[in-house]
C-alpha cells in the first residue's frame, strides 16, 4: 500500500518563515525546526532559504498524472519502487551549506516501514519537475546540477508545458552508474517513454492525462 507522509519536524522552538525570508540564511537545526507560512514552496539551498510560489494548476495538473503513474507501478511492483511521494526532500551532500531541494515528485526503491524520522535517511532512484515559467532555471540549470551530484538518483524527468500547458514535451536524464554526466532524451507528446529501472513501466503523458 502507497502511504503519504510528511517530513517530521523537531518540535522544540520553532522558526517562522515565510516568503519575506526569502534569501535568509538558514542553519540546518533552524531548517530542522521550521514552521513554514502556507501557500508557497520553501528549499534550502547552500543554507540560503529559496521561496517559490505554489504550483498554477496546469503546473499541478501534470505533477498527479505523473504521482499518479508512479503510484499505480508501485502498488503492482513494490519490490521495484514501493513509495512515491509529493513532499519529499532530496539531501545533497558536500554543498557550502545545508541543501535539500525538493522535487515535485520521487520515487524510491526499498522505502522503509515504518517511515524514517527525516528525509536524510532516504534517497529516491527518480525525482521528478514540472517547469514553470518564472521557475525555468532552476529545474533546467539548478536542479539538474544538484540531483546529478546525488548517489542513487538515477533518473531525473523534467516535463516542460511552458510553450503548451496542455502538450508538454519531457526531457528524460539518465546516466550509467558510478556517472555523474546525464544523458539527455526528449520524449515528444503522446510518445511513450520506457525504462529498464522499471520493467514493464511506459509513460505517455497524452494517454496518462485522460486516466
Not at 130 to 144: A, G, L, Y
Request: proline share 9%; aromatic share 8%; hydrophobic share 35%.
Amino acid at each position: 500500500m502507497i502511504r503519504m507522509i510528511e517530513s517530521k519536524r523537531r518540535p522544540r522552538g520553532r522558526v517562522q518563515i515565510g516568503p519575506g525570508d526569502h534569501g535568509r540564511l538558514l542553519s540546518l537545526d533552524e531548517w530542522d525546526r521550521s514552521c513554514e507560512e502556507p501557500g508557497h514552496v520553501y528549499e534550502l539551498i547552500d543554507g540560503v532559504l529559496h521561496v517559490s510560489p505554489r504550483a498554477k494548476p496546469f503546473h499541478d495538473q501534470w505533477v498527479t498524472v505523473i504521482c499518479q503513474s508512479l503510484r499505480n507501478y508501485a502498488a503492482r511492483h513494490p519490490r521495484v519502487i514501493n513509495y512515491v511521494s509529493e513532499e519529499a526532500e532530496v539531501v545533497v551532500h558536500g554543498r557550502l551549506g545545508p541543501t535539500r531541494p525538493a522535487p515535485d515528485v520521487a520515487a524510491y526503491k526499498g522505502f522503509p516501514r515504518p517511515a524514517p524520522s527525516d528525509w536524510d535517511q532516504v534517497t529516491p532512484i527518480i525525482v521528478v519537475e514540472v517547469i514553470s515559467p518564472r521557475r525555468n532555471e532552476k529545474d533546467m540549470v539548478r536542479n539538474r546540477h544538484l540531483y546529478g551530484s546525488v548517489r542513487g538518483i538515477s533518473e531525473y524527468w523534467i516535463v516542460d508545458p511552458t510553450k503548451d500547458a496542455e502538450r508538454p514535451t519531457l526531457t528524460i536524464l539518465t546516466r550509467r552508474p558510478r556517472s555523474i554526466a546525464w544523458q539527455p532524451r526528449v520524449i515528444l507528446f503522446g510518445d511513450s517513454y520506457k525504462t529498464k529501472l522499471l520493467p514493464g513501466f511506459s509513460l505517455n503523458l497524452n494517454k496518462s492525462k485522460g486516466r
